[in-house]
């Protein structure tokens, strides 16, 4: 393996009958970075592993190759040729918010007493558009947080439960503008079934105003449904149907609706994807796989 930035050796590639691994990996940036037992005081773990080894041997890594429709990813081999057939299942994953393109932050800038996120925030675009059909938004952003919004939609059938994960940035077709949202949404996938064990300490905290940079703003977290006894019925008679549809959101503003189909478009025609696009195009399947395996429908919200 070759660093692409400095042309060092880093490691090498062992393709075994069962599995792909990584002997010699390093990296100066995580060289230093050790995996440590949390049960002891960190710096004692006497058993501690290098993190490039425990990424190794616990198969946290992504190989991609010449031929595009595979990929070895997190220890398992797969095949998918709609990368090179124009993309029409991953992009039905995909849905156009026109708002996006006017963002110019995340949640935008905060003042004492402020009623509603920035107007050019994707917050904002969430509350106003994205999360239109929930009559229940809840803001869980900061501290114990299981997605930026929750909305509940109780008025639909099938009634539905959805999580919303925010994020701004340049436009580009880089996996690197994903990573973080694509983990946040996968390890929250289980709180989906909105616990009951976990929710009086939810509800005591949606009952407070939004605290950003500082401020105490009156902006409020039970954006809409009602006050809390409300809000507790509704969801506890959402969390009890039977056929209640889960939906998982990434909100970006980096990222065009436009420029992967285009991408998708020379790809079927024989021009090679970009290496940016292939790895953008497995983080993102990763995703959607990770949804439906706990019977959730994955998408991403993105600029047309």
Same mark, same amino acid.
Not at 48 to 76: C, H, K, M, N, Q
Not at 149 to 166: D, K
Not at 175 to 185: C, E, K, Y
């Given at each position: 393996?070759?660093?692409?930035?400095?042309? *060092?050796?880093?490691?090498?590639?062992? &393709?075994?009958?069962?599995?792909?691994?990584?002997?010699?990996?390093?990296?100066?940036?995580?060289?230093?970075?050790?995996?440590?037992?949390?049960?002891?005081?960190?710096? #004692?773990?006497?058993?501690?592993?290098?993190?490039?080894?425990?990424?190794?041997?616990?198969?946290?890594?992504?190989?991609?190759?010449?031929?595009?429709?595979? *990929? !070895?990813?997190?220890?398992?081999?797969?095949?998918?040729?709609?990368?090179? %057939?124009?993309?029409?299942?991953?992009?039905?994953?995909?849905?156009?918010?026109?708002?996006?393109?006017?963002?110019?932050?995340?949640?935008? #800038?905060?003042?004492?007493?402020?009623?509603?996120?920035?107007? #050019?925030?994707?917050?904002?675009?969430?509350?106003?558009?994205?999360?239109?059909? *929930?009559? &229940?938004?809840?803001?869980?952003?900061?501290?114990?947080?299981?997605?930026?919004?929750?909305?509940?939609?109780?008025?639909?059938?099938?009634?539905?439960?959805?999580? !919303?994960?925010?994020?701004?940035?340049?436009?580009?077709?880089?996996?690197?503008?994903?990573?973080?949202? /694509?983990?946040?949404?996968?390890?929250?996938?289980?709180?989906?079934?909105?616990?009951?064990?976990?929710?009086?300490?939810?509800?005591?905290?949606?009952?407070?105003? !939004?605290?950003?940079? %500082?401020?105490?703003? *009156?902006?409020?977290?039970?954006?809409? %449904?009602?006050?809390?006894?409300?809000?507790?019925?509704?969801?506890?008679?959402?969390?009890?149907?039977?056929?209640?549809?889960?939906?998982?959101?990434? /909100?970006?503003?980096?990222?065009?609706?436009?420029? &992967?189909?285009?991408?998708?478009?020379?790809?079927?025609?024989?021009?090679?994807?970009?290496?940016?696009? /292939?790895?953008?195009?497995?983080?993102?399947?990763? !995703?959607?796989?990770?949804?439906?395996?706990?019977?959730?429908?994955?998408?991403?919200?993105?600029?047309?």
């Amino acid at each position: 393996m070759i660093h692409p930035d400095d042309h *060092a050796r880093i490691g090498s590639v062992k &393709v075994g009958e069962t599995r792909i691994s990584l002997p010699g990996f390093t990296l100066p940036s995580i060289a230093s970075i050790f995996v440590e037992d949390a049960a002891v005081p960190v710096g #004692t773990d006497t058993d501690r592993t290098p993190l490039t080894r425990y990424l190794d041997r616990e198969d946290l890594f992504t190989v991609l190759f010449s031929d595009f429709a595979l *990929a !070895y990813i997190d220890g398992s081999l797969y095949r998918d040729e709609a990368l090179l %057939g124009g993309g029409a299942d991953f992009l039905r994953h995909l849905q156009a918010a026109p708002p996006l393109a006017q963002a110019t932050s995340e949640k935008g #800038t905060f003042a004492d007493g402020q009623q509603a996120f920035g107007d #050019t925030s994707v917050f904002r675009a969430i509350v106003d558009h994205i999360a239109r059909d *929930a009559d &229940v938004l809840l803001c869980d952003d900061l501290g114990d947080e299981w997605a930026d919004f929750i909305g509940i939609s109780t008025v639909t059938r099938p009634p539905m439960v959805s999580f !919303y994960h925010a994020k701004h940035g340049a436009r580009s077709l880089s996996a690197a503008a994903f990573h973080d949202s /694509v983990g946040q949404a996968i390890k929250n996938l289980g709180r989906m079934a909105l616990p009951s064990e976990a929710m009086p300490a939810k509800y005591a905290s949606w009952e407070t105003p !939004y605290r950003g940079a %500082g401020a105490v703003t *009156a902006i409020p977290r039970m954006i809409r %449904g009602g006050g809390r006894l409300e809000i507790e019925h509704r969801i506890q008679e959402v969390r009890n149907a039977p056929d209640l549809l889960k939906r998982v959101f990434i /909100v970006t503003s980096s990222l065009s609706q436009a420029q &992967v189909e285009a991408a998708f478009s020379a790809a079927a025609t024989g021009e090679p994807p970009s290496a940016h696009f /292939v790895q953008l195009y497995w983080l993102l399947v990763s !995703y959607f796989s990770a949804c439906a395996e706990i019977g959730a429908i994955g998408y991403v919200v993105c600029q047309p």
